[in-house]
């Protein structure tokens, strides 16, 4: 990027219209040209990051099936639990509600109005997000932040098609909040962040990260948490993850909640042997996920199979 180039970017993300203007003609530019194109614009991406061509009649990896996820499952459900708030409902309709409000983090505020919320009442620490994004929040620890650029960055937010352009459909149905809740910590860090790998309601493997605000990757696991190597990592020496005491009600739990998809990915967290249900993932990585990195060198695509409308049964 040129010198040039990176002052109108920084000119953009600074003036609020001009950012909102910018996001939304962008992203909807790139989804009616790939619509219009037979996704010309998305298989170029996929063959540009992955080196091979993306076959969506006949998808057989795991990065192609997700592509197709991407392009034509419209399961209804898709879209409810992508909404990081009223996948709450669904987790309370599919546990119950004792269980749920056991495994639920605690919701603080909610809002699609960014200038109602009551910072002075809430209590430290917590995180602020989008319902409708992912990998975008805000971490306060401490009384010392600026409200008034968190409201103007949850503004942006709510103006943003997220997804949209990456045509990330389970996105778009969402309407949009700022959701609040308490932070979760142990030991005064970001616990570790159980992620299950879903396929037709039963779990395939289990990746174990550090840290899930910055995705550092450690291990990964079968359902019986034997440990699948990763050839392509650089790593010498991985932290030993020792098999949580209650692996089995996670898994249990992951199983439930998978049940009407084809795929999906259902991470928790486990502290001081309390369980945190976290999110539900229908896109990992946006079906560009290279060899060594979140789904190492295991191949998943095989436990997959695509069938249109598969929600309609």
């Not at 992951?254 to 502290?271: H, Q, T």
Request: aromatic share 16%; glycine share 4%.
């Amino acid at each position: 990027m040129t010198t040039f180039s990176k002052k109108i970017k920084e000119r953009i993300s600074n003036n609020y219209y001009l950012f909102i203007i910018f996001t939304n003609i962008r992203a909807y530019s790139l989804y009616y040209l790939n619509r219009i194109s037979g996704y010309s614009l998305e298989k170029r991406r996929f063959y540009t990051i992955l080196g091979y061509e993306v076959n969506l009649r006949n998808p057989k990896t795991f990065n192609e099936k997700i592509m197709w996820k991407k392009i034509y499952d419209r399961n209804p459900l898709l879209s409810v639990t992508a909404d990081k708030y009223e996948v709450r409902s669904y987790v309370k309709e599919i546990l119950g509600e004792k269980k749920a409000k056991e495994i639920l983090i605690p919701l603080l505020y909610v809002t699609n109005k960014p200038e109602t919320i009551p910072f002075d009442e809430l209590p430290i620490p917590f995180i602020i997000k989008p319902n409708h994004y992912s990998g975008q929040y805000i971490i306060i620890r401490n009384r010392s932040y600026d409200k008034k650029g968190i409201i103007r960055t949850c503004r942006k937010w709510l103006k943003t098609p997220y997804g949209l352009e990456k045509l990330e459909w389970a996105y778009q149905p969402i309407k949009r909040k700022i959701v609040i809740e308490k932070l979760l910590l142990e030991n005064g860090d970001i616990p570790k962040d159980f992620k299950f790998h879903m396929f037709h309601g039963k779990c395939e493997s289990v990746k174990v990260f550090l840290n899930r605000m910055t995705n550092r990757f450690t291990c990964s696991f079968d359902h019986n948490w034997n440990c699948i190597p990763n050839k392509d990592s650089k790593q010498t020496e991985k932290p030993k993850i020792e098999k949580p005491k209650n692996y089995e009600f996670m898994l249990e739990y992951a199983e439930k909640l998978s049940k009407p998809f084809d795929y999906v990915r259902v991470d928790f967290y486990s502290i001081d042997g309390k369980i945190y249900f976290g999110e539900l993932t229908h896109y990992p990585k946006s079906g560009l996920i290279k060899s060594g990195a979140a789904l190492s060198n295991y191949e998943p695509g095989k436990c997959w199979s695509i069938k249109p409308k598969y929600w309609e049964k």
